[in-house]
């Protein structure tokens, strides 16, 4: 596969809008380009309707943590080369607190499994060049307005593209177009119940053009609030700040910033956090968000579209990949055997999964981030928890296994 960094493919392309396909996809982030690469390999097609364009598509910035199932699956949907390449393979995380320091060693902990460091704009640019490259249809600036007839065995999505109104015919319709798409709200209300939460914190979040201070993941509660030190690559740091979900960037000068990172990632001993140029900043509210069920008739819902979770336990990008492997799974049993039976599983299948991923992220978000709402009591509960899970093999193991992914179904 052509490396996305060097391609010459324009920005933009243009496509004859497609009439009819096996698998209407809405939306080009991770998920629905994975589960357009999967179907293409399992010999069905699939149409990918994207409302941005190209450029807005591959350079978004999201997660960056892969799951050991998570590059399992990209390398068989045959977009793991650069991925194998650049890709950062990590054993463990150091969490931070009290000035202490403890190491989680994944792999003696999680039956050999580990996590990697690749972000989603370059998933997305590996999935974009490789369904471009094979020819498969991909239309950027295509929104799709209205989904129609999920009820019937031919459901059509109406969608605006290059200047002029279209129809889309499928078998099915799979809605990746995140938690603002019109997948969710196609589904009938009384076929929907939503739970959600929301938390008295935001981050603060910078990518930085300098090498990272760390080899693995630093989680810091302090009693200013949390940091993380995450990476992109070699060079580029990501950092992360616990503020008050009303703060604003403004508020936040470079300088500030690494004073902040330098204090609640303080710990004994020789440890030095490296600073340099901030490139971009931005804070993200923190919230948790389930839409029961995935599926109503032909329309099926995954990633953001169903689900949001906070960002302390890494799953997001974790959960829709898992999402697109199961249906992906399904429609091939379906065209190649005529059997239903993982599209009328899908739904609770997937389910499973995302609570027990959002337990895992209530569990690290509530752990790792002073509440301002909680006493002084409830502050040194988490504490314990905290040395509880440093200093337990059960407890940090719950911890690996949640972290690098509970194998799939």
């Known amino acids: 596969m052509t490396d996305p960094s060097l391609s010459t493919e324009p920005i933009s392309i243009s496509a004859l809008a497609p009439g009819r396909t096996r698998v209407g996809i809405i939306g080009a982030g991770p998920a629905g380009l994975l589960l357009a690469q999967l179907l293409h390999r399992a010999g069905v097609d699939a149409v990918v309707l994207e409302a941005r364009d190209r450029t807005y598509v591959e350079h978004r910035q999201r997660a960056g943590l892969l799951e050991q199932n998570t590059v399992d699956v990209l390398r068989a949907a045959g977009a793991g080369a650069r991925l194998d390449r650049e890709g950062l393979i ?158 604003e960037v403004e508020n936040w000068p470079d300088d500030r910033i690494w004073d902040e990172l330098e204090l609640r990632f303080a ?36 990633g953001d579209a169903a689900h949001i979770v906070p960002p302390t336990g890494a799953k997001g990008l974790n959960l829709a990949a898992a999402d697109v492997t199961l249906l992906a799974r399904a429609l091939d049993d379906w065209y190649s055997r005529t059997d239903a039976t993982g599209l009328d599983r899908y739904s609770d299948r997937a389910l499973r999964r995302v609570w027990r991923a959002q337990h895992f992220s209530n569990w690290m978000t509530t752990m790792l981030h002073p509440d301002p709402r909680d006493d002084a009591f409830t502050a040194r509960l988490y504490l314990s928890q905290l040395d509880y899970v440093a200093t337990s093999s059960a407890a940090a193991a719950t911890l690996a296994e949640n972290y690098t992914g509970l194998p799939l179904e």
């Open 267 to 302: 710990v004994e001993g020789d440890w030095k956090l490296e600073r340099g140029p901030i490139t971009e900043k931005s804070i993200t509210p923190m919230r948790s968000f389930v839409a029961e069920p995935m599926r109503h008739g032909r329309l099926f819902l995954a």
């Open 90 to 247: 990590h054993d463990g995380v150091e969490l931070r607190f009290d000035r202490r320091s403890h190491r989680v060693d994944f792999p003696s902990l999680a039956d050999g499994r580990r996590v990697t460091i690749y972000a989603q704009t370059e998933i997305v640019k590996d999935l974009i060049a490789l369904r471009l490259e094979e020819g498969q249809p991909l239309l950027f600036e295509a929104v799709a307005q209205e989904i129609v007839g999920i009820d019937t065995d031919q459901p059509v999505i109406r969608y605006f593209h290059a200047g002029a109104e279209h129809t889309l015919d499928c078998d099915f319709v799979v809605a990746c177009d995140g938690f603002h798409g019109i997948g969710r709200q196609s589904l009938p209300e009384h076929a929907l119940t939503t739970y959600s939460r929301e938390y008295p914190f935001a981050w603060l979040g910078i990518l930085a053009e300098v090498p990272p201070s760390c080899e693995e993941l630093i989680y810091a509660r302090h009693e200013r609030g949390f940091a993380l030190h995450s990476m992109r690559s070699e060079h580029v740091s990501r950092l992360y700040l616990q503020v008050a979900p009303d703060d």
